[in-house]
C-alpha cells in the first residue's frame, strides 16, 4: 500500500477467495485516472487465514444468511444469544456439525474486526469505501462504526448490490456512521464523489445519498451507464500482493472477474419472474468483443493469470461468436466462466470451448416446461435436456440448479420427470443443488406479488438475527422473504422428491461415474449403459440406428421420417415407415434411452466421438468439429472445483 494515498477500499468477509473485487478495481483504476490514489485492503483474505480456507469456502455457500449473522453481533453489539440463532438453525434441519462450525466462526468474528481495526491507520485517510456486494453487508457495517470511531473524521462511503434501491437509503439512515450511499452505476461520477470527499466539499448536486451537517439527503439514483468501453482496465495488483502473503496461497487457483456486460438482454424483453440479480438496471449493455479482448490480455499478462471468471447476468449473443474467435486468438490457454442462456447451438458451444469458456451457468433451472413457462425462461424442458448432454460432448461443465414451487405448478410437473431422471439422466451433469423459490427483492414476485400469486408476510426469520432494528426498518434493509400461495399450495412434497433427485444424481454422477456411451459399429448404434446398476449393452441396428442418429435434437416422428426416407430408404421402407418410426420410439423411451416431451424425442445417450455419430455424411467442417480438449464426455469444475470436488476425491 502506498504511503501517499488517502482513499481506502475494504474487502470485508465473505467476499471471494478466488477473486479480486471487481468492484473495487474498477474505482481504484477510475480514480488514478484522475490523479487520486486509492490502497485496497482484502480482509475478507485474512478471514479465511483465521477460520481456514475449506471453513471459509464451505460456510459460504452453505446459508448466506447465516453468514451474515455471523457478523451481527460485532456491528451491533450482544443483543442476541448465539445459541437463540443455532437454535433457529436446528428447528430448520441443520446438522450438528454445522451448528457447531458456525458458533466456531461466529466467536471469531467480532475479534477479527477488532483486529482489522487496530491494524489499519485511520488517521492516514479520508475516504474509506466498502461494497456490500457477496454477503459482506454486516462485515463492512461492523468495521465501518469501529473505523469511525477511531477517526471520527472520516468520510465512509457504502455502495454494492445491498445498497440498491430502497435498501441503500435505509442503510444511510440507520447508521449514522455512513456518510454517503452510492446506489446503481456510478461509472461516471466516481472521480468527483471522491475528489469532494477528500476536499469537504458539498456534495450537493451529485446523484448519491449523502449526510452533510446531520442531515440526511436522498437523491435519485444515477442513469444507467452506457458506454463500458470507456471504463479503464480494473487494478487488482493489492489483491495479487496481499493473495501471496497468505499461508493458504499455494491453495488456491485465482481466476480473475471480470465484466463485459452490465443487464440481461432476455430480461429486459422478458424478465424471468424469480430473478433479482439486476436489481433495477435490466438494460443490456455490453463492451466491444475487441475492447473486452485487450482487457483479458492485459490483465492475463500482467497477474500470469489466465482463468477468468465473468461477472455478466448473461454472455452477448449478439457479439458471442466474434468474442469466442478473439479470445482463441488471443488467450490461447485461458479458462472462462460465464452466465449463458440455455438455448445454446452445437456450433455456439463449440465456440465457447475453442475459447476457453468450459464453465458456465446456463439457468436450466427445470425439464417441466410447463414450470418453465411459469418463470418465463422461454425455453423448453426437452430444450435443456439437449443442451445438457450437449454439454457433456462439448466438454462444458454446466452449474445449475434444480428449481421447485412456483405458484401455479402441478405436483405432475414433478412426479413423472424425477422419476425418468433417476437414472435416467444421471449419467449427464447433474444440478448442483434442487431448491424451492426464494423470495427476493426486485423480482417479478417481490414487485407483482399479489397478481403473481403469492403473499409477501415479511422478512425470512433469520433477519431478526441478524439486524438489531425495528421491524419496519429490517424490512427496508432484507433482500430474502417470506410468502404465502395465494391459493393454499404446498410445495413440500415436490421439494424433497426434487431435493432427494439432485443428492441422488451429484451421487451418481460424480462419485459413481455412472455412463450411457454411443458408439458407432459400422452403421449399428451400440449403447453401453451403466445407469441401472449391471452394464447392459444396446444394439440398434437398421432403422432403429439411423432413427437414434436423427434424434441429436429434438424431433417428432413425422419431422424425423423424411430424414430417414432421405438417409435410409430401404431399411425405412421396409420396416413400415412412419409406423416403424413410432414402434421404434416406444422400445427407445421404454429403455430410457431418450427423453420424450409431448411428441418429440431426444437421444440422451453420450456419443463417445459426437463428430462421427452425428455426422451421417463424414465429420464436420474444422469450425464446427469438437476441439481436442472436449474430453470424455464427462465435464467437471476447474474454477469452480470446490463445490463438488468432495464428492470425487
Known sequence: MSKGNDILLVSLPWGSIEQPSLAFGLIKALLAREGMGADVRYCNLEFAATVGLELYRSLKDRDVLACDWIFAEAAFGPFREPSEFLGFLARRGYPEEDLQRWARVQAAAAPFIEQCAQSIDWKRYRVVGFTTTMVQSLASLALARRAKELNPELRIVFGGANCEGEMGVAMLENFEFIDVVARRDCDGLVGELFSRLREGRSLQGLQVCYREQGAVHIAEMPPIFHDLDRNPFPDYDDYFEQLRSMPYAKDVHVNIVFEGSRGCWYGQKIPCTFCAVNGSSMEYRAKSPGRLVDELAHLA???????????????????????????????????????????????????????????????????STHVLKLMQKGVTGIRNIHVLRMFAEVGIWPMWNYLYGFPGERPSDYTGLMEFANPGLFHLPAPYVGFGLSMMRFSEYFNKPEAMGVRIRGPL???????????????????????????????????????????????????????????????????????????????????AAHLYRVLERPRKPDAAAPLLAARCSADYLREGGVRGVRDILHQLRAARLVFTE???????????????????????????????????????PSLLHWKVEHLYR
Open 301 to 367: 499478462e500482467r497477474h500470469g493469470v489466465t482463468w477468468f471468471g465473468a461477472a455478466d447476468n448473461i454472455l452477448d449473443h449478439r457479439s458471442q461468436a466474434e468474442l469466442c474467435r478473439a479470445i482463441e486468438a488471443r488467450i490461447p490457454n485461458a479458462k472462462i466462466f460465464f452466465d449463458v442462456k440455455s438455448n445454446l447451438t452445437r456450433k455456439q458451444l463449440i465456440a465457447m470451448k475453442r475459447a476457453g469458456i468450459d464453465e458456465v451457468q446456463p439457468g436450466i433451472e427445470s425439464f
Open 461 to 543: 426469520p433469520h433477519y431478526q438475527y441478524i439486524f438489531n432494528l425495528p421491524p419496519e426498518q429490517v424490512f427496508r434493509l432484507a433482500y430474502y422473504f417470506e410468502y404465502d400461495y395465494l391459493d393454499g399450495y404446498d410445495p413440500a412434497p415436490v421439494g424433497n422428491l426434487v431435493v432427494a433427485t439432485t443428492k441422488a444424481w451429484n451421487y451418481a454422477y460424480y462419485a459413481r461415474k455412472i455412463s450411457l456411451k454411443a458408439t458407432l459399429e459400422g452403421q449399428d448404434v451400440i449403447i453401453s449403459d451403466d445407469r441401472f446398476g449391471k452394464r447392459q449393452v444396446h444394439r440398434l441396428t437398421g432403422l
Open 598 to 636: 409431448g411428441e418429440q424425442d431426444v437421444a440422451i445417450a453420450v456419443p463417445e466421438d459426437p463428430d462421427v455419430f452425428w455426422y451421417f455424411d463424414g465429420r464436420p467442417s474444422v469450425a464446427e468439429a469438437l476441439p481436442a480438449t472436449a474430453g470424455d464426455g464427462r465435464p467437471k
